[in-house]
């Protein structure tokens, strides 16, 4: 029996978390002041209401890219975008700021994933969790998972940086960085079987 490598991962973990609890996940967070971290971010959208639009807006398409590109070179990561940040050094969840037309936010953000980074990543899935589905009011979870693909490389607005996590921020990657993953090559998937005998 084939074991998938990100059954267990920390972001699989969170994000699986996340879906069960729902809007209570969303609540709890405000309610302690989960702070951001290496494998979740929280980002509020540039304008709440994305009725009719037909494009990702400027700011969300930045920092779309930018987490792709951060938690795609790493260990991956949820972005959780509805909720609105606190002013801190560490970033903490303090408001929740639902979206309006949420599955078209979700759809534009599935259509621009392929376009972003390069190369594309390509296991990159968003969910929503629903304030008011009858509204279509909510917010919208996203899951970059670790790829072998990388290292990923921002396309966007003439932005060709690559990026990784810091902490709870994401940042540009040095120069180091790039070349350890360049210079290692190709990482296979490994898996484990085992086979019994009758």
């Not at 400027?58 to 790493?74: L, Q």
């Not at 953000?109 to 972003?116: A, D, I, N, Y």
């Not at 909510?138 to 940086?161: A, C, M, W």
Request: proline share 6%; glycine share 8%; with cysteine.
């Amino acid at each position: 029996m084939l074991i998938d490598p990100h059954k267990n991962s920390p972001s699989s973990d969170l994000f699986n978390k996340i879906l069960k609890q729902g809007v209570g996940y969303i609540d709890e967070a405000i309610s302690n002041k989960t702070a951001e971290n290496y494998y979740l971010d929280f980002k509020i959208t540039e304008e709440q209401d994305y009725s009719r639009k037909r494009s990702l807006l400027a700011s969300d398409k930045k920092n779309y890219a930018r987490c792709i590109s951060a938690f795609g070179n790493g260990e991956g990561g949820i972005i959780v975008w509805g909720i609105k940040t606190g002013p801190s050094a560490a970033d903490y969840a303090s408001k929740k700021k639902p979206i309006a037309e949420v599955s078209n936010f979700a759809s534009l953000l599935e259509g621009f994933t392929s376009t972003l980074t390069s190369p594309p990543h390509p296991k990159v899935v968003s969910k929503i969790i629903f304030q008011d589905e009858e509204q279509d009011l909510g917010y919208v979870i996203t899951h970059v998972e670790k790829s072998n693909q990388r290292p990923f490389q921002v396309l966007n607005d003439n932005e060709f940086k690559y990026y990784i996590r810091a902490g709870s921020s994401s940042k540009g990657a040095p120069d180091t960085f790039i070349r350890g993953l360049l210079g290692s090559g190709p990482q296979p998937d490994v898996w484990i079987q085992y086979l019994v005998s009758p």
